[in-house]
T-cell receptor
Framework: DADVTQTPRNRITKTGKRIMLECSQT?????MYWYRQDPGLGLRLIYY???????NKGEISDGYSVSRQAQAKFSLSLESAIPNQTALYFC??????????????FGPGTRLTVL | RKEVEQDPGPFNVPEGATVAFNCTYS??????FFWYRQDCRKEPKLLMS???SGNEDGRFTAQLNRASQYISLLIRDSKLSDSATYLC??????????FGKGTMLLVSP
């Protein structure tokens, strides 16, 4: 089945460590997004990419970086993790070639805890 | 900052009840609107897109009022399995989406 997958699904790390979260998709979509979700704050956009050579900052990009290695892969890095980056992280995709180009499809999420 | 505002709830309703959620959006340039459903600690899943003329999918009806900048979702004949958080979403005008914080629905037997 065409899908959006995220690895790892759960991660516990310590302050100051570098962490990479990975997202892969088999949907053939060109656009990919990274969000974080915190209780009471909803989903907030971190970074997004409309194709392999395109990277854009979202609402809360400080402390994060991304890499779009291929159309199907979009990685999120925390260069030096801090406790307030503890959250549920979601990757999403969308297809700009369709009329429903704004519809986004989400991966299962990565639960990150920074101690 | 572009906002999408929702009543967080929870809305507690018995099985079989009809329940309605509203949300408002601040970005008058928004053209696309959606309702997503999110179960606890799971990913959001697209429930339905919201069209200007309104649209219906089984027990679910979505309406858009551009003049007042609000979106509604009506659920008829509520089922226990409808218990979830419902996210109201509007596109930002930059091909990104702005999500509301969600409205929690609890359907009881």
């Amino acid at each position: 089945d065409a899908d959006v997958t995220q690895t790892p699904r759960n991660r516990i790390t310590k302050t100051g460590k570098r962490i990479m979260l990975e997202c892969s998709q088999t949907k053939g979509h060109d656009r990919m997004y990274w969000y974080r979700q915190d209780p009471g704050l909803g989903l907030r956009l971190i970074y997004y990419s409309f194709d392999v050579k395109d990277i854009n900052k979202g609402e809360i990009s400080d402390g994060y970086s991304v890499s779009r290695q291929a159309q199907a892969k979009f990685s999120l890095s925390l260069e030096s993790a801090i406790p307030n980056q503890t959250a549920l992280y979601f990757c999403a995709t969308s297809d700009s070639s369709t009329r429903a180009r704004h519809e986004q499809f989400f991966g299962p999420g990565t639960r990150l805890t920074v101690l | 900052r572009k906002e999408v505002e929702q009543d967080p709830g929870p809305f507690n309703v018995p099985e079989g009840a009809t329940v309605a959620f509203n949300c408002t959006y601040s970005n008058s340039a928004s053209q696309s609107f959606f309702w997503y459903r999110q179960d606890c600690r799971k990913e959001p899943k697209l429930l339905m897109s919201v069209y200007s003329s309104g649209n219906e999918d089984g027990r679910f009806t979505a309406q858009l009022n551009r003049a007042s900048q609000y979106i509604s979702l009506l659920i008829r004949d509520s089922k226990l399995s409808d218990s979830a958080t419902y996210l109201c979403v509007a596109n930002s005008g930059y091909s990104t989406l702005t999500f509301g914080k969600g409205t929690m629905l609890l359907v009881s037997p």
